[in-house]
């Protein structure tokens, strides 16, 4: 007799199966907080960057939390290729179109300035969007590429806040002197901040970043101000933007006491006769505005003040010190006393070797009286000398003890008993503009103007006949400055190469001619054959 088996009800399946599924969401959300919190601990630890880009980057990208990693790879170099023959329409499209496609997915290409991986000499990036999470990794494996030079950034989606922390990181990499931003427009245009005074870059390209003549302002006034001026950036491009007429006065406003500039590129922009006839004015001599002067005679006082001091510094004791400025013969200005050269000179050669009286104990000495006493002692009896015994009575002058001291036999025993003087070192500073030699007429002041820009392209803007009068009587002011020099003389420049190319102006114009006829011996790329003025800018 067989024992009847109990069904079971079709709940109770039912019931087995959420069982299991809810078993398997609970390995898996624990498997996932393992995972969590492995990955936790593993960022904890700082990453030490190798300087190998190929290695750290996606190492800081994994540890990031980043899903997908682009490639680093090291950029094709332009080689000809053998011809392949054609191949038919079915058998080429799969790997066509995937070679086609392969060169838009992000991707990071380095330029190796040796075969040697940590050689990395330049980085580009180009077409896939940057965010700050991103940003905070380059932040640590690019100062770690000691031989960075250039940075290249080509639509990549930055932003002004994304600009900020670029520039966060510029400091970082002390060899980087190139840095290209193009297609990257900004809502507030702050590219301004890449080139503040104690900035690094040599060579910024902000190509077809919608620059218009706000941001122009901001660019003009990081060039050069009437108290700071950046020093470092030797060329600019700002091609293809929207800069105008008063865009361009803000430039050329920049270029005013900017002195380390070669190269600019407005080309393609909105400029017409009135801003050509801005950027005209400041490759010549320009007047200096109100503000201008009062500052340049601020200065001349400091130089002369700094240079008195200089002076007395040069004695060879505290004892000398004190006579030159207690000396009755130096006339005071503004409170130091300014000697005449001859005088000076013998001064310093009279007290050389001569120290302090010692004092006594309990004696305070006025060494500041004493010497004024010393010196009206000595211009006394020259006095005195010279009504007795006329041009032929024998003085007791500074300049007379140094007359005394030529002898030949006293040479080397007074060289033996002299103190060596200090040697001051002569250090290169660089001179403010406002400090150029200037020239006074009609109750103005007249520098130079700008001669360290030397490239200067304006092709595809809207300049008429008019703006090439300005550029014309530039380029002839300062070929008359170049003559008055002479051909051997040191110092600036002045325009090289000028490109004034397709604009609004006929073919035939006699002015554009001329211009062409001055600068043609002058250009350095003339001997190179004809070549697109568009891309003659030096990057």
């Not at 245009?189 to 919608?210: C, M, Q, V």
């Not at 503004?334 to 050389?352: D, I, K, V, W, Y």
Request: charged fraction near 25%.
């Amino acid at each position: 007799m067989t024992s009847a088996v109990p069904r079971q009800g079709p709940g109770v399946g039912a019931m087995g199966k959420k069982s299991e599924r809810a078993a398997k969401e609970r390995a898996a959300a624990i498997a996932l907080e393992e995972e969590a919190k492995s990955a936790a601990r593993h960022s904890d630890e700082e990453y030490q960057c190798t300087g190998l880009l190929e290695q750290d980057f996606p190492e800081l990208c994994a540890r990031a939390g980043l899903t997908y990693i682009p490639r680093v790879t090291v950029r094709p170099r332009a080689v000809s290729l053998p011809e392949e023959p054609e191949a038919t329409e079915g058998q080429a499209s799969a790997t066509h179109i995937q070679s086609k496609y392969a060169y838009f997915r992000p991707r990071i290409q380095t330029e190796l300035e040796l075969d040697d991986p940590k050689s990395v000499r330049e980085v580009f990036m180009r077409g896939w969007k940057i965010e700050d999470k991103m940003l905070g990794i380059f932040s640590k494996c690019l100062p770690a590429l000691g031989n960075l030079q250039a940075l290249h950034l080509w639509k990549v989606g930055l932003t002004d806040l994304l600009l900020s922390s670029l520039v966060s990181i510029l400091p970082s990499c002390p060899n980087l002197k190139t840095l290209s931003l193009e297609g990257n427009p900004l809502p507030e245009g702050s590219f301004y901040k890449l080139i503040p005074e104690d900035s690094t870059l040599a060579h910024l390209s902000l190509r077809n970043n919608s620059i218009d003549d706000a941001a122009a302002w901001q660019l003009g006034q990081a060039l050069s101000t009437l108290t700071a001026a950046n020093r470092s950036l030797v060329s600019l491009t700002l091609s293809f933007n929207h800069i105008g007429d008063v865009g361009a006065d803000h430039i050329a406003q920049g270029l005013r006491l900017n002195r380390s500039l070669l190269s600019l590129s407005l080309a393609h922009n909105r400029i017409g006769d009135e801003g050509a006839a801005r950027l005209a004015e400041v490759l010549g001599p320009f007047a200096l505005t109100h503000t201008e002067v009062v500052e340049r005679r601020r200065l001349l006082l400091e130089k002369e003040s700094q240079e008195r001091s200089r002076v007395v510094r040069m004695l060879p004791g505290p004892w000398c010190q004190q006579v030159v400025w207690a000396c009755p013969m130096g006339r005071r200005v503004g409170g130091s006393p300014a000697l005449h050269p001859e005088t000076f000179s013998s001064l310093l050669e009279a007290t050389r070797g001569q120290s302090r009286p010692p004092l006594q104990p309990g004696q305070q000495h006025d060494h500041r009286q004493a010497a004024a006493h010393q010196a009206g002692q000595e211009h006394g009896q020259e006095e005195r000398a010279a009504e007795e015994g006329g041009a032929g009575a024998a003085l007791t002058t500074p300049e007379q003890k140094i007359m005394r001291g030529k002898g030949a036999k006293s040479g080397n025993k007074e060289k033996r008993n002299q103190p060596l003087e200090p040697e001051v070192p002569e250090l290169t500073e660089i001179m403010n503009p406002l400090l150029e030699q200037a020239e006074h007429r009609e109750g103005k002041v007249f520098l130079p103007g700008n001669h360290v820009l030397i490239n200067l392209n304006l092709t595809r803007n809207q300049i008429t006949e008019q703006g090439l009068r300005a550029f014309l009587a530039a380029v002839e002011s300062q070929q008359q400055q170049w003559s008055k020099a002479g051909a051997g003389a040191k110092g600036q420049t002045g325009l090289l190469r000028l490109s004034l190319g397709k604009n609004h102006f006929p073919a035939e114009s006699e002015t554009f001619a001329r211009i062409q006829e001055l600068m043609l011996p002058r250009d350095p790329l003339a001997k190179q054959g004809p070549k697109d003025e568009e891309q003659s800018v030096p990057t």
